[in-house]
């Protein structure tokens, strides 16, 4: 049974703040303190492989500027020779002060990649609220589920925190699975026409 690497992250732009919990520390091969208490954005793309981070930077950036949806299936290199692929889904949008802020999930995919169930090369993809899949919205209804567990007792959370973890795995697999073949004309398209600032 594939083990449930996923983790959640939290990105507060205005102060140059990535925060995650300890999965999403143990993929980026992170002390799970350093992402407690949050690392710089310069710190995150240093474990980024240089080849998808050279890749569509003005939709990536437009998206932590100006908020939107964003799928980003990538290579990293949490250590010394050591790849590993990744599937960051998230959204970023203005909190009630203004700021700009992003959350969303990240899941270890290379088993998918070396087993052969999602093939091609690193894909970023920024989709409009008015054509967001199914399952991307699912996924977003899941990472409210995932906040709202706090609420709960400390019994009825710890018996729902399996469950949503899971769910959030099999939608990111979904959402990971649809990147090659549906999106590949699209993401190629957006590329040809992005402008660079």
Do not use: C
Request: aromatic share 6%.
């Amino acid at each position: 049974m594939t083990n449930l690497n996923i983790g959640l992250w939290e990105d507060d732009v205005d102060n140059d703040r990535i925060r995650g919990d300890a999965v999403f520390a143990r993929i980026y091969g992170l002390l799970d303190a350093e992402a407690t208490q949050g690392i710089p954005w310069s710190r995150l793309v240093s474990i980024f492989h240089p080849e998808d981070l050279a890749q569509d930077t003005v939709r990536r950036r437009r998206v932590r500027e100006e908020g939107g949806l964003f799928v980003w299936e990538h290579r990293i290199i949490p250590a010394p020779g050591t790849v590993r692929w990744v599937l960051a889904r998230g959204h970023f949008e203005l909190n009630a002060d203004g700021g700009m802020r992003g959350r969303g999930i990240l899941i270890d995919v290379t088993d998918s990649r070396t087993e052969g169930y999602v093939e091609g090369p690193s894909r970023f993809l920024v989709a409009p609220e008015a054509t967001v899949s199914p399952v991307e919205r699912m996924a977003e209804r899941a990472l409210e589920l995932w906040e709202l567990r706090h609420e709960l007792n400390a019994g009825s959370a710890a018996r729902l925190q399996p469950l949503l973890r899971a769910l959030m795995f099999e939608l990111g697999r979904e959402i990971a699975s649809s990147l090659p073949e549906g999106r590949a004309a699209e993401a190629s398209q957006s590329r040809s026409s992005s402008k660079v600032h």
